[in-house]
């Protein structure tokens, strides 16, 4: 089945975030594909804050890799950013099946990198730029 949210504007993000998180609910393993500065980070945010994580604890991993954001239940969610992985070794390096494996929400920009390491039940997401301002969300289960 296709799946496409419209987002229209940072205003429209909320919404955006919760009907995404009722679409995908049972998916743990979510990996974002988007050129540089499509918003996978703002959209991950907007995420992250309908959990109930602090916004302003959200930032992107990627000096990191990983960053750990605790939900409203006090459930980890795992963000990781790829972009600087150059081999497989490194994300490996950091324990990537422990996260992968931990059943927790873990959130993935820059899947791309690591592509061969992931597992057949990961939701790859398209973020599309439609607009100076808008963006399309997209995926098939």
């Known amino acids: 089945m296709h ?9 429209g993000l909320p919404k955006a975030a919760a009907q995404f998180l009722s679409e995908t609910k049972g998916h743990t393993l979510i990996a974002f ?3 540089m500065g499509a918003g996978k980070t703002t959209f ?4 992250c804050k309908e959990l109930g994580v602090e916004e302003d604890a959200v930032s992107s991993p990627t ?8 939900g409203a239940k006090g ?6 950013d790829f972009y600087r992985i150059e081999r497989n070794e490194e994300a ?16 993935m920009e820059w899947p ?3 592509e061969s ?3 057949e039940e990961t939701q790859f997401v398209r973020i599309s730029v439609t607009g100076k301002d808008s963006r399309l969300i997209s995926w098939d289960d």
């Not at 459930?75 to 990781?80: A, E, P, R």
């Open 92 to 107: 490996l390096d950091i324990g990537l099946y422990d996260y992968l494996d931990s059943g927790s929400l873990c959130l």
């Open 75 to 80: 459930d980890s969610i795992y963000h990781f």
């Open 63 to 70: 000096f990191a890799i990983v960053n750990e954001y605790r």
């Open 33 to 35: 594909q988007a050129p």
């Open 112 to 114: 791309e990198n690591i």
């Open 44 to 47: 991950i945010t907007a995420l």
């Open 117 to 119: 390491l992931l597992p």
């Open 3 to 11: 799946h496409e949210i419209i987002i229209a504007g940072l205003e």
